[in-house]
């Protein structure tokens, strides 16, 4: 079992749709979770943190975690086509000081 | 703020050369930076945690002797691709955290090095 999973898509949305990603992860000791986005040949850029379990909304995104689930998923308003890209999810667990990402999921928008 | 620069961002050299790449944190100091490699359509993979003043710790499977990581300062920290072949072409980012912030802080990214070796 992979330690954080994420479906690859590509997930297609049309544009001002909600595009809903989502991610699980193996080690019940996570303590941090972070979604970056990662254009095609570019370094990923943070979007989202969220530490607690429940909703943390800054702007159009919205991430949402459930630790007892294993959960972590990242909620997209209005989708827009510059929000096509890959999205990852990392899990850092306190003790080892290091992130884990997934695969990422690639998003496409369509206008 | 939070910005980590890399340099260079893109390496093209003959198989057998030896490839040194920087990355700064320009407007914060970081006790930790991360280097990770990236393969075409799969994830980033963490090399190597480096430590300022001192060694740095790698991931199972790094060769060590392979990707040389010298952390001297506070804002930089810098990998050497020792003799690379066509298979260490990839794309390297590195990342850096805060100094003393705890391990939940974002890590932040430079702006990664294509390298490809002929």
């Known amino acids: 079992q992979k330690e954080v999973e994420q479906n690859s898509g590509p997930l297609s949305v049309p544009e001002g749709a909600i595009a809903s990603l989502n991610c699980t992860y193996s080690d019940r000791g996570s303590q941090s979770f972070f979604w970056y986005r990662q254009y095609s040949g570019k370094s990923p850029e943070l979007i989202m943190s969220?530490?607690?379990?429940g909703d943390k909304e800054d702007g159009r995104f919205t991430a949402q975690l459930n630790k007892a689930s294993q959960y972590v998923s990242l909620l997209i308003r209005d989708s827009q086509p510059s929000d096509s890209a890959t999205y990852l999810c990392?899990?850092?667990?306190?003790?080892?000081?290091?992130?884990?990402f997934g695969t990422g999921t690639r998003l496409l928008v369509s206008p | 703020g939070a910005v980590v620069s890399q340099h260079p961002s893109r390496v093209i050299c003959k198989s057998g050369t030896s490839v040194k790449i920087e990355c700064r944190s320009l407007d914060f100091q970081a006790t930790t930076m991360f280097w990770y490699r990236q393969f075409p359509k799969q994830s980033l993979m963490l090399m190597a945690t480096s430590n300022e003043g001192s060694k740095a710790t790698y991931e199972q499977g790094v060769e060590k002797d392979k990707f040389l990581i010298n952390h001297a300062s506070l804002t930089l920290s810098t990998l050497t691709v020792t003799s690379a072949h066509p298979e260490d072409s990839s794309f390297y980012i590195c990342s850096a955290r805060v100094a003393g912030s705890v391990s939940n802080q974002p890590q932040h990214f430079g702006d990664g090095t294509r390298l490809s070796i002929l």
């Open positions: 969220i530490y607690s379990n």
């Open positions: 990392a899990v850092a667990n306190t003790g080892f000081q290091k992130l884990v």
